[in-house]
C-alpha cells in the first residue's frame, strides 16, 4: 500500500526532526501534514495549573516556532509536498481522530512519548493511545 497522506505529530524535542525524515524516506512521494498540539486542557495531572490568556498565548507562539522550523526542515530535505498545523486540545484526541478526519490521513507517524513513568502512569502516552483507537496505521518510531 502507498501512503499518499502522512500525518507526522511532533512535539519539537529532538525526536522531531528524525520522525519527518524517516517519513520522507519511507514515503517521499506522499503528502506530508506536519502538526503540533497546544496541549490546552486546563489542569495538569492534578488540577494545579490554570490556564490564562497570557499562558495559551505563549504555548502558541512556541507551537509556531516550533511548527516553522519543521517546515524548513522538510524543506531542506527537499520535500516540498508538505503542510504545517498548529491545532489546540487534547494532543491524544486530536492526533488519533480529529486531525487524521480532516486531512484525509492514512497514516500516523509519531514518536515514543518523552514522558517520565509517574506522568505515563498519570496521564498514559499519546503513541498508546493512538495506537488504541485511530482508524489507520500507525508509526511509532524512536
Same mark, same amino acid.
Given at each position: ?6 500525518? =507526522? ?15 520522507? $524516506?519511507f514515503a517521499p512521494q506522499a ?6 498540539? =497546544? ?6 495531572? +492534578? ?16 507551537? $509556531? ?6 517546515? $524548513? ?5 527537499g520535500h516540498d509536498n508538505t ?14 481522530? $480529529?486531525f487524521p478526519k480532516d486531512h484525509?490521513?492514512?497514516?500516523? =507517524? ?9 506522568? /505515563? ?7 498508546? +493511545? ?11 518510531? /524512536?
Amino acid at each position: 500500500m502507498a501512503y499518499k497522506n502522512i500525518l =507526522v505529530a511532533i512535539d519539537g524535542s529532538d525526536v522531531s526532526n528524525v520522525l519527518i525524515k524517516k517519513a520522507v $524516506e519511507f514515503a517521499p512521494q506522499a503528502h506530508l501534514d506536519i502538526l503540533t498540539v =497546544v496541549d490546552t486542557r486546563s489542569g495538569g495531572y +492534578f488540577g494545579t495549573v490554570v490556564m490564562n490568556d497570557d499562558i495559551i498565548y505563549q504555548m502558541e507562539q512556541d507551537a $509556531e516556532k516550533v511548527i516553522n522550523k519543521a517546515y $524548513e526542515y522538510a524543506k531542506s530535505l527537499g520535500h516540498d509536498n508538505t503542510d504545517v498545523h498548529v491545532r489546540f486540545g487534547s494532543p491524544k484526541q486530536v492526533i488519533a481522530r $480529529e486531525f487524521p478526519k480532516d486531512h484525509n490521513s492514512d497514516l500516523i =507517524v509519531v514518536g515514543k512519548t518523552g514522558l517520565s513513568p509517574l506522568q /505515563r502512569v498519570m496521564a498514559g502516552t499519546v503513541p498508546a +493511545f493512538v495506537i488504541q483507537v485511530a482508524d489507520m496505521d500507525v508509526l511509532v518510531m /524512536r
